[in-house]
């Protein structure tokens, strides 16, 4: 049954609207595409940049750790399978150039450190990593911890 007051949208209004909605669209798409950012488009607040999460802020410490106990290993002779390992690991932490020594290849005088200092150091960082590793939230993070803390146990055995 029709109602007497006649259709509820009358042609030219949906025409309108159909024609505002393809305009937007299209300003929207060609925005995107330009590289301007939906929410410049659309006029919404910009976000403010991500915090550091827990995973960011543990992969921070243990890079840290990693950087000090590989400076103690290069001032080592013995230290040279750390220094190589832990320079990989650095960088599988996503390390700040802050953090990574310019030159990792450099060898640094020996000094009054010993390999039982080093095998100390070292054993701590394996542990700090176990731990880490069991608190990571990502999967891949707890995988690269506990693969850092794999080639840690496997220096320490063979270390004299």
Do not use: K, W
């Not at 042609?11 to 995107?32: F, K």
């Not at 230290?79 to 030159?103: E, K, N, Y």
């Not at 290849?105 to 731990?131: H, I």
């Amino acid at each position: 049954m029709l109602s007497s007051r006649g259709p509820l949208l009358r042609r030219r209004t949906a025409t309108g609207a159909a024609l505002a909605l393809a305009v937007a669209t299209t300003g929207l798409i060609s925005g995107l595409i330009s590289g301007c950012d939906a929410d410049d488009l659309l006029g919404l607040p910009t976000p403010e940049p991500d915090e550091p999460d827990a995973d960011d802020r543990l992969a921070d410490e243990l890079a840290a750790q990693v950087a000090a106990a590989r400076a103690l290993a290069q001032r080592l002779p013995e230290g040279a399978g750390f220094v190589t390992a832990h320079d990989a690991h650095l960088q599988a932490l996503g390390a700040s150039r802050a953090v990574v020594p310019a030159s990792p290849s450099a060898t640094v005088a020996p000094s009054t450190a010993t390999v039982p200092e080093l095998r100390a150091v070292e054993a701590e960082l394996q542990r700090a990593l176990a731990d880490a590793a069991v608190r990571a939230e990502h999967p891949g993070l707890a995988r690269t911890l506990a693969s850092i803390n794999a080639g840690v146990a496997q220096l320490l055995a063979v270390a004299r």
